[in-house]
């Protein structure tokens, strides 16, 4: 599976952007979709994923009610809609794909879970 990430950009705070996630090859209506994001001199965090099957959504404390995961499986797409955004969401954001399910819902916020990456997309909010 090849994912390609798209829609970051400069925003200002309290704007919103959404996040695109193409995948090509594979399966993907068997994947379970992840963002994660990682901030200069910051460790990679996890930021929301959806399991596989029972399509569950699970979100990271920092962006819980503020961002949402969706995807479409006709258009081979995932997607994160960022709300209320804050200059600390600065970072740039990756997407990621899993076809491990039923799985506990800690492990979908761990990097190691996803098989698949994407090459990434900046958003920085400005203050």
């Known amino acids: 599976v090849q994912l390609q990430a798209s829609g970051g950009g400069l925003v200002q705070a309290g704007g919103s952007l959404r996040l695109s996630c193409s995948a090509s090859?594979?399966?993907?209506?068997?994947?379970?979709p992840g963002w994660f994001r990682q901030a200069p001199g910051k460790e990679r965090e996890f930021v929301a994923a959806m399991r596989p099957g029972d399509r569950n959504t699970f979100y990271g404390d920092s962006v819980k009610g503020r961002f949402t995961i969706s995807r479409d499986n006709a258009k081979t797409t995932s997607y994160l809609q960022m709300n209320s955004l804050k200059p600390e969401d600065t970072a740039v954001y990756y997407c990621?794909?899993?076809?491990?399910?039923?799985?506990?819902?800690?492990?979908?916020?761990?990097?190691?879970?996803?098989?698949?990456w994407g090459q990434g997309t900046l958003v920085t909010v400005s203050s």
């Open positions: 990621a794909a899993t076809a491990m399910g039923n799985k506990i819902s800690s492990a979908y916020r761990h990097s190691s879970t996803y098989s698949y």
């Open positions: 090859g594979g399966t993907f209506s068997s994947y379970g």
